[in-house]
């Protein structure tokens, strides 16, 4: 089990993270600087916290106040950077001696079980540069696996990777995990990446971590603004309310009449969940003013806004959907409350 309860004051920036992670995939999603990568390092002994711990199945890594502060090389740690660090003048298989602590008579056995183990037996001979991203990703794995370390920190492991190869590259590291049963932290700013990967989920902001979710719940009902935003939702309004169980969504100029009182400021709505169509239903429907349609792979990108109003939605619809609506001389979008999320 892994604890991390720790503070860091940066010369602009101020890193706060707290959370723990038992078994499986934890995955820290937040936008680029705001502390997931620096939360990682902190847990391999890269930077020292200011204050607070952090203690790995039982063993105390750091502690400020009884200034613990474990080496590196004692964490039983793996951190895979972003670039695999693999040193280009090595073949694969030095490279992978080299991630050995200390002296150990069996290397030859452990290297060849690994190079077995990840599939890269048949390249133990080639340097970095003849081999292909995944070859090199599979290297730097095995590299810190020979070393049988507790826990195995994930810096965006695919941002290296050609976009068509990341899947499959995806899938593999996730067999590995799940065959060595090594409790993980994966760092990305890819909610995709995360959704498949992640049992559990911590949001980063500004570096500041918020509390620990599972990954499906975060994505389906995120309470705040920044889990909203990191899972993809792309509509949001400051609310006021005006009178009983009405509210303004001021960022749109529009009333919205909800059955229920919402303490909450913010509202933010998934543009797959705003309703076009012919019809204007009985509560929160609106006619709507179309200012761009951009046509996507497989649906259609609407940028809307209550006609004459101000402001302006994303709205995702099937393209066959849209196809039967655009010629339509009036429309309606309507916000239907169990789809609005209330945010802190």
């Not at 740690?77 to 069996?106: C, S, W």
């Not at 429907?285 to 990108?301: G, H, M, R």
């Amino acid at each position: 089990m892994l604890e991390v309860d720790i503070k860091k004051n940066f010369e602009n920036f101020k890193l706060d993270a707290k959370f723990t992670n038992e078994e499986g995939i934890l995955g820290i999603l937040g936008a680029s600087g705001s502390g997931k990568s620096l939360t990682l390092k902190a847990i391999a002994g890269i930077i020292k916290p200011d204050y607070g711990k952090i203690i790995l199945n039982g063993r105390v890594l750091f502690d400020k106040d009884k200034k613990i502060n474990v080496p590196t090389k004692d964490r039983k740690v793996a951190y895979l950077f972003q670039d695999y660090a693999l040193f280009p003048n090595m073949t694969v298989y030095e490279n992978i001696k080299t991630g050995f602590r200390g002296k150990n008579k069996n290397f030859e056995k452990i290297i060849n079980k690994k190079l077995e183990e990840l599939h890269i037996d048949h390249i133990k001979n080639k340097r970095p540069d003849m081999i292909s991203g995944g070859e090199k990703q599979r290297t730097a794995l095995a590299r810190i696996l020979v070393n049988e370390p507790e826990i195995l920190l994930l810096d965006e492991p695919y941002s290296a990777i050609d976009g068509y190869l990341r899947w499959s590259i995806e899938l593999e590291v996730r067999k590995i995990i799940e065959e060595y049963k090594i409790p993980t932290l994966f760092v990305s700013h890819d909610r995709d990446e995360i959704y498949r990967m992640c049992y559990d989920i911590v949001i980063m902001a500004n570096g500041k971590s918020e509390p620990k979710k599972r990954t499906k719940e975060l994505f389906q009902n995120p309470e705040t603004m920044a889990a909203a935003e990191l899972s993809g939702c792309k509509n949001f309004s400051e609310i006021e309310k005006i009178g009983e169980n009405t509210y303004k969504a001021k960022a749109w100029n529009i009333d919205l009449n909800l059955e229920k009182n919402h303490k909450e400021k913010f509202i933010g709505i998934r543009g797959h969940d705003i309703e076009i169509s012919k019809n204007k239903k009985e509560k929160n429907s609106y006619e709507v003013e179309i200012l761009k349609e951009i046509e996507q792979t497989f649906n259609t990108c609407l940028i809307i806004r209550k006609k004459d109003g101000q402001g302006q939605m994303t709205v995702f619809l099937e393209k066959e959907k849209w196809k039967n609506l655009k010629n339509e001389k009036k429309l309606y979008f309507t916000l239907d409350e169990k789809n609005i999320m209330f945010l802190k």
